[in-house]
């Protein structure tokens, strides 16, 4: 059973950084597809980024088209936790954002549906003031 736990959100100005974390637990790295997910009020919950491991050392990742060149994926294998760096943000990407894990052998690529996705943390509130 994966369990998954968020942190590092907070209050930040337009322009500026945050980096969240998803530490896991009760899965192996290169056996899912772990994904950021965000929700602001009143909508639906929208795909951010996912990374999945094709070997040992090689991945791909899948970016939304409102974070593509400012947020990064990236992973400590020691602390099995998945990061996402988030530069130059944005009042619009205000929202709480959700760590997800898929099974990898369900896929062949990088679901970006919700319900692809079967384990999920408590999310991080991120709030970005203008």
């Known amino acids: 059973q994966v369990q998954l736990v968020e942190s590092g959100g907070g209050l930040v100005q337009a322009g500026g950084s945050l980096r969240l974390s998803c530490a896991a637990s009760?899965?192996?790295?290169?056996?899912?597809?772990w994904a950021w997910f965000r929700q602001a009020p009143g909508k639906e919950r929208e795909f951010v980024a996912a990374i999945r491991w094709t070997g040992s050392s090689t991945y791909s990742t899948d970016y939304a088209d409102s974070g593509r060149g400012r947020f990064t994926l990236s992973r400590d294998n020691a602390k099995n936790t998945l990061y996402l760096q988030m530069n130059t943000l944005k009042p619009e990407d205000t929202a709480v954002y959700y760590c997800?894990?898929?099974?990898?052998?369900?896929?062949?690529?990088?679901?970006?549906?919700?319900?692809?996705?079967?384990?999920w943390g408590q999310g991080t509130q991120v709030t970005v003031s203008s």
């Open positions: 997800a894990a898929a099974r990898l052998s369900r896929y062949y690529n990088i679901p970006r549906i919700r319900d692809a996705y079967g384990y």
């Open positions: 009760g899965g192996t790295f290169g056996t899912y597809i």
